[in-house]
């Protein structure tokens, strides 16, 4: 008696918490059609189901836009609108996608993965691309310097072209894109040419596009100084508010997600975007240009803003993509008014923040001056009311006593993350490696960076991005930066600074802490290591300086440059393979500064 | 005892039934203030009340987009897009606005009022208009033909302007237009000028605009014949998909609205855009320029599209328009495929029609060839499945035995109009003066007509707006058309006749039928008077033509002309004061014409 029990108890268990595997074939999602419907179907049918497995036999997978759900999305740092999606999850709980080795297909303006207000979602073994990609890739086969004119190949498959009334227009899957955003690549590295920006054209100024023989256009317009020579690849990326419609994946108040062994080939718009999110794991992760591309996708790699827990990523593969590698911060918001009874009238700063969910009860917020960017005061939310993308009412718990005079934000201090990055490659891309401003735990560790910008730019600004996050607890140690800041000028392997404007001034008290960067390894053409500003506590300790000769050699900066630091310990570096000793320069308000024993590196 | 009961039943009766004044001031609301943020407030209190009014004092009461509700509206033939909102109505039943008088100031891109699945709302008693005009309107100084160059007027102050590498750029709220569309108005006439055609500008092809003196532009760029004259004024209005975003007022699924003595100087769009709405009256509705201003809306006075019951128009005076008085129709939308099982994947085949309620179940529709426009089988629809703004799955009650090889389409039969406009005057737009595709009853009386296109079009077409409606039954008479046409060309007071393109061909069956044009007035500097292709059933008679000088003659066309029509009959009509017996013309294909007696009017 009692074992049938047991048995029938054991069943019953099996069928509530088992993994329930689906084949997709099982519901019209085969290979070589359109999925879009069938997918959208059938991750409709899951809303209430727990526990779910989708399995895609290995093979290439096609989405396209027309028959796709839609929903109007806010999207940080991308551009809002009524989004296609191929793979809506809205509210599911304890789902797995596992592709199988397969590739997913985009056509046109479509969005892969939405995951909003999700739990325990994994998303693996697929790759996603793009049929035709978001940017154009322009070879340079002839360069004129003395007007300022170039001829371009244009591969009539892969982008093809019109020319109207002298402009040149990219025909993508419904659309016509101008030329707008664009950088010059070497295909030699497969990253942007040395000293890009010399390259850089203005499109929006008046230009002429003509034929120039068969596949062949020439383009005479105004250049930054000089039209980028025959052998690069001038990539020409859109423009705004059309250039960052489609992310890859969209992670927004989804909480417990994992992405493990996925590759994206292409976006239009970033590869990971994550908002408001409770732990996110990145296992396996590779953002990468495909066999027929120089170029990945058209923004980030990664981008967290707004989250909490721990965003971990390992064994992540980031490159070529047009922007940076991964951005973790959160968001100054403004006080427009404050309308007494606790009752703040705020505006979301910056645009591509529109929509975003800046805070609910509960959460705890600092009000800060706008002016020094430091807060002054800290408390709970007690009411959220959104009254559109721009704007909404904060309540809070308690007020000062006297509101302080002058232009007033908040930050949200419940949603800084902690971060843990190991042994990730981020390398080949246009600006910065790994952007850092949350107050949480942070360990970067035994990575490899060769950004074209900083390599670790730890910064927050009210006046650009507004990117929030003072940071509290910064490990950076064990990594590689090979010849980091090859844009060219005053650019580290680490920069930790607030972005201050014209109107804005140092306060009392530093806007970063705790930021230790030792045991690094360093190959460098410029013998650059750290720049800091407004840091309380910086070591700078057991990291080893490799004279490069990739690039040009860069010496008209510090090695170390601080200005108004304080409790700085900079020892046991070694700088090898330079032809002077690496200077390390102080501010006069800088206090408790030690510097040596180092190698090769010293005060002057 | 029976006396104290029917007391306290009457007030009872009293509170539950009586209309309820709000005052708004009550409120919050007054002149001189933002008042968006209150009247939001105050509308969305009013969601589960009943005949309630609200009541304005008079005063000039201003409305800015900042802290306005939003929604993701699709609006037909205007631009969809995350929408502002004044007066945002949704589910609101039994509500009177009455402004007393008052002028509503609109600042930037708000939409003023939005009724959504209401029931029985009244708007009354006010005007609405823009601070800064969507439009520019720019006094043409200086004109040179030999080069097509011009120098326009730019007024600082209510047309500020920029130039940017060789673009002008009109600074609007919180935005820049570049030049787009474009016609040119003479300001003696308030309306465009003769021929305006000739005197558009390519503003897509490269032009160069550069200072030409204080507040003076000159603009050197592509004419089509020739630079606008001096004394001229050039109207910009923007470009796709940027300029039809603000409708004064949008009726959607709204029914029983009366709209009585309002005034719209202003839109960024239509003045009235109605769609799936039942029971329209507009009593002394004004569409004119203000006093500051030649031009009145971007887009047309009126617009209904899929509505049904009665629209009712009288004593209103359409005027300045950028587009028609009226337009009244339905739409076809494209079958893409028969998914079998009575499905069909259909689309909606305009972009400016995306997001449209095409049908819902009980509503009976029609399946016709898209090559003929003609009909062929007629059901009902038992589900209706919105995939995204563009597509749809529409399930029948029945399917034809066999479906026919070609491309179909569907209309929906239960949402057609009748149409009654009386005492109307449409006039100094760009434009017709009135649209009707209905299969509803249709009756113009007594209306004055001076448009710069067709007074009247019949239209219907299945190829470039997919404005459905063959009509059944219209009556024209005691109207005036006052110099209609002076756009130059084949233009009539009376245009019936289906657009088909060179891959359609008229099938078996007329397509519009029962047409009479009774008992009108028409000066003319042309003698045209009606122009009829694929109809059965027209009366052209009573009808008297006054030839005008008011435009240079038009001699190159018939009075009459008649391409496919069936029994026709032409009589007692009387042209007066031209120089020629004006001209019947029927093509071979017509059949039981009768003409005869009229006078000054003949076949040749």
Chains 1, 2 share one sequence.
């Not at 303006?109 to 697929?126: E, G, H, Y």
Request: hydrophobic fraction near 35%; glycine fraction near 8%; aromatic fraction near 8%.
């Amino acid at each position: 008696m009692r074992c049938i029990a047991t048995l029938i108890l054991a069943l019953t268990v099996s069928t509530v918490f088992a993994d329930q595997t689906i084949d997709v074939a099982d519901h019209g999602i085969r290979p070589g059609t359109d999925c879009t419907f069938a997918v959208n179907r059938l991750i409709e049918s899951l809303a209430d189901r727990d526990a779910v497995t989708l399995r895609f036999a290995a093979g290439q997978y096609d989405f396209y836009p027309e028959n796709a759900v839609e929903r109007h999305r806010a999207v940080s740092n991308h551009d809002n609108s009524l989004k296609r999606i191929a793979f809506p999850l809205f509210g599911h709980q304890n789902v797995t996608i596992d592709g199988g080795g397969s590739v997913f297909m985009f056509h046109g303006r479509i969005s892969p993965f939405v995951l909003a207000q999700c739990t325990d979602i994994t998303l693996k073994n697929f790759t996603i691309d793009w049929q035709r990609s978001f940017h154009d890739e322009l070879p340079v086969i002839a360069s004129n310097p003395d007007d300022g004119s170039f001829v371009v190949e244009v591969d009539p498959k892969r982008y093809p072209h019109t020319i109207k009334n002298g402009n040149l227009l990219s025909e993508k899957y419904d659309w016509q894109d101008r030329m707008g955003s664009n950088i010059v690549f070497d295909p030699k590295t497969n990253a942007p040419i040395f000293n890009t920006r010399d390259y850089s054209i203005n499109f929006s100024a008046p230009y002429t596009a003509s034929h120039a023989g068969e596949n062949a256009v020439k383009i005479s317009g105004r250049v930054r100084k000089s039209p980028p020579p025959v052998g690069s690849v001038l990539i020409s990326y859109g423009t705004h508010p059309t250039s960052r419609l489609c992310p890859a994946i969209h992670l927004d108040q989804a909480n417990q997600t994992r992405i493990q062994n996925v590759t994206i080939h292409a976006a239009g718009g970033m590869g990971v975007i994550a908002e408001r999110c409770d732990d996110v794991e990145l296992d396996g992760l590779v953002v990468t240009s495909n066999q027929e591309r120089i170029v990945s996708t058209r923004a980030d790699a990664t981008h967290f803003i707004g989250c909490r827990g721990t965003i971990r990523l390992q064994n992540c593969l980031f490159e070529h993509m047009l922007d940076d590698g991964i951005n973790v911060h959160g968001a100054y918001v403004k006080v427009v008014e404050y309308l007494g009874d606790r009752q703040f009238l705020c505006e979301i700063s910056h645009f591509q923040q529109w929509g975003l969910v800046f805070s609910k009860p509960g959460d705890r917020i600092a009000l800060l001056s706008r002016t020094t960017v430091l807060p002054f005061f800290e408390t709970e939310v007690t009411k959220t009311r959104i009254l559109n993308e721009l704007r909404l009412l904060v309540t809070l718990a308690e007020v000062p006593d006297r509101m302080p005079e002058g232009p007033l934000s908040m930050e949200n201090l419940t949603w800084y993350p902690d971060l843990v990055m190991k042994n990730n490659t981020i390398r080949e891309n246009r600006a910065r490696g790994a952007l850092i401003t949350t107050k949480g735990k942070v360990l970067l560790q035994d990575n490899a960076i060769a950004s074209q910008m900083h390599g670790i730019l730890i910064e927050g600004d009210n006046n650009k991005w507004y990117e929030s996050g003072g940071v509290q607890n910064i490990t950076i140690t064990g990594n590689t930066f090979d010849n980091v800041g090859f844009e060219g000028g005053a650019v580290y392997p680490l920069l930790a600074s607030p972005l201050l404007n014209e109107t804005q001034h140092m306060g009392e008290g530093h806007f970063h802490r705790n930021i230790r960067f030792t045991d690094n390894t360093i190959r460098s053409f410029s013998g650059h290591l750290v720049r800091a500003r407004s840091v309380t506590g910086l070591t700078i300790s057991g990291n080893r300086l490799e004279f490069s000769k990739d690039y040009p050699a860069v010496t008209d900066f510090p090695a170390v440059d601080l200005e108004y630091c304080d409790d700085v310990t900079i020892r046991d570096n070694d700088a090898v393979g330079f032809d002077r000793t690496l200077v390390v320069q102080t501010s006069d308000d800088c206090s408790s500064v030690s510097v040596g024993p180092n190698s090769g590196l010293d005060r002057p």
